[in-house]
């Protein structure tokens, strides 16, 4: 067994986790306890991960929704490209063919020092290792008069369910001629080129059943990832229909009017048929009420272990933690899961562990045949990640590329998902 090094011990676990190794000196067969919390991509990347790997672990997954929807490719959904069912996962192989126990339920509470989560039914949980991949909230009072009932009226559809079904029911009642207008929210958000492919991928809806229709896009930024690609392809695809208006034009999104379904900006105000309004974003509530996340609104990380730098001995991964070069995306998410499960069975084990291996990959589509790509591998660096090697696509690429990249997408979203789920 690897013998740690005072230092080494601290930087990686932090001081409380010593209690928590020490059972499984005494008894040394006993399975330590693995609590994770969230089974969206970050969690039942790590759940599967750790539970299929050799380290004796039993592996908990809180998760309150029996069954994930994934946000990507939920916008070929809104698009009427793909059936909402075809997004929509379980955990009955995590739970039947990993061994995870996967609990329905709500983390409301972390105890560090008791290394116990309080959940809502009631029920207590311990644990010797708890990782947390909570995803997003949305910033309180960010645009005036954007509530939850605002939400209803006017979705955001940035966390895939019923959100995402009522904002495709609204383009699909929308009369022929109206305008649809989307808020793109300051970074960082979920997947920046995610607002874009959805203008692109709803104007080539428009185009199939409403031509006369419009989109509206109003940016709280100057400029937006992927820019010369999106703004080529909705020249030569949807020419007059998108318009792109950045925050120096308008003034940033103010407030929204629901009854007069209108969006109004420092200088104007936008009549919609249909506002898709995405707000600022930080990390889940959990990570929030449990001061995991900085003044930023995200959560600081060792980006070697993924340990909370707040709160030694809890780990994070996904959307919430603040990953340096990495986007929020579903692919970051499960390439940090990946490495911070590793990260646990070397600590459960007492084997030595190496410098993680990040990467993310994309499909973002233009059209329904047309997608650019990129790949991206990262490296921790002085405290942070940085970019190693990037490929991205080009505008001048063949169409032949872009076609061969769009149907790519559909062997990647199996793949990937199988990697999750199981
Ligand atoms: C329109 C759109 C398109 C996208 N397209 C792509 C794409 O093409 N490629 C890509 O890589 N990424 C894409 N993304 C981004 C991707 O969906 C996210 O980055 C990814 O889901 C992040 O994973 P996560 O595990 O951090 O969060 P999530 O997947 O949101 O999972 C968080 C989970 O935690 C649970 N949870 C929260 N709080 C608690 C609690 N207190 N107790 C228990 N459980 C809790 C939630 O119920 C949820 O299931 C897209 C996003 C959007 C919005």
């Not at 199939?208 to 010369?228: C, E, M, N, W, Y």
């Amino acid at each position: 067994m690897k013998s740690w090094t005072r230092r080494e011990f601290g930087g990686l676990t932090g001081g409380a986790v010593l209690t928590a190794l020490r059972p499984r000196r005494a008894r040394s067969q006993a399975k330590a306890k693995v609590a994770v919390i969230g089974g969206g991509v970050g969690g039942a990347t790590v759940a599967r991960y750790l539970a299929s790997g050799t380290a004796p672990v039993e592996v908990t997954l809180v998760e309150p929704s029996g069954l994930y929807s994934t946000c990507f490719f939920s916008n070929l959904y809104l698009a009427g490209l793909r059936s909402f069912e075809s997004l929509t996962h379980g955990y009955e192989t995590l739970r039947r063919q990993y061994g995870i126990a996967v609990v329905h339920d709500s983390a409301e509470m972390i105890d560090p020092v008791a290394k116990i989560v309080g959940l809502s039914s009631g029920a207590k949980l311990s644990y010797d290792r708890v990782v947390l991949a909570p995803g997003i909230a949305f910033q309180d009072r960010a645009i005036d008069g954007y509530d939850a009932a605002a939400m209803e009226i006017m979705p955001h559809a940035w966390k895939a369910g019923a959100q995402t079904k009522l904002l495709r029911k609204q383009l699909q009642s929308m009369e022929d001629g109206g305008v649809f207008v989307l808020v793109v929210p300051p970074d960082p958000f979920r997947c920046p080129p995610a607002p874009y492919e959805r203008a692109s991928l709803v104007a080539s809806y428009f185009q199939r059943h409403k031509p006369r229709s419009k989109i509206l896009v109003l940016d709280a930024k100057s400029t937006f990832t992927g820019q010369d690609l999106f703004q080529d392809a909705w020249q030569r695809y949807y020419p007059g229909m998108i318009e792109w208006l950045p925050a120096e034009f308008t003034g940033g999104v103010k407030a929204v009017d629901v009854k007069a379904r209108s969006v109004i900006t420092a200088e104007e105000t936008f009549k919609a048929a249909v506002a898709n309004v995405i707000p600022a974003q930080k990390a889940g509530h959990l990570a929030q009420q449990m001061g995991l996340a900085d003044r930023s609104g995200w959560c600081p990380v060792d980006p070697v272990t993924f340990e909370s730098t707040l709160q030694p001995s809890i780990h994070l991964v996904g959307d919430a933690i603040i990953a340096g070069d990495m986007p929020k995306s579903a692919f970051s998410a499960n390439s940090q899961a990946k490495a911070c499960a590793f990260v646990l069975a070397s600590v459960l084990t007492g084997s030595s562990r190496s410098t993680p291996h990040l990467f993310n990959s994309c499909y973002t589509f233009l059209a329904p045949d047309d997608a650019w790509s990129n790949a991206i591998s990262y490296k921790p660096l002085a405290g942070t990640i940085r970019t190693a090697h990037a490929s991205i696509s080009k505008v001048d690429e063949s169409s032949e590329m872009r076609r061969r990249a769009a149907g790519e997408a559909e062997g990647w979203y199996d793949a990937f998902t199988r990697d999750v789920f199981g």
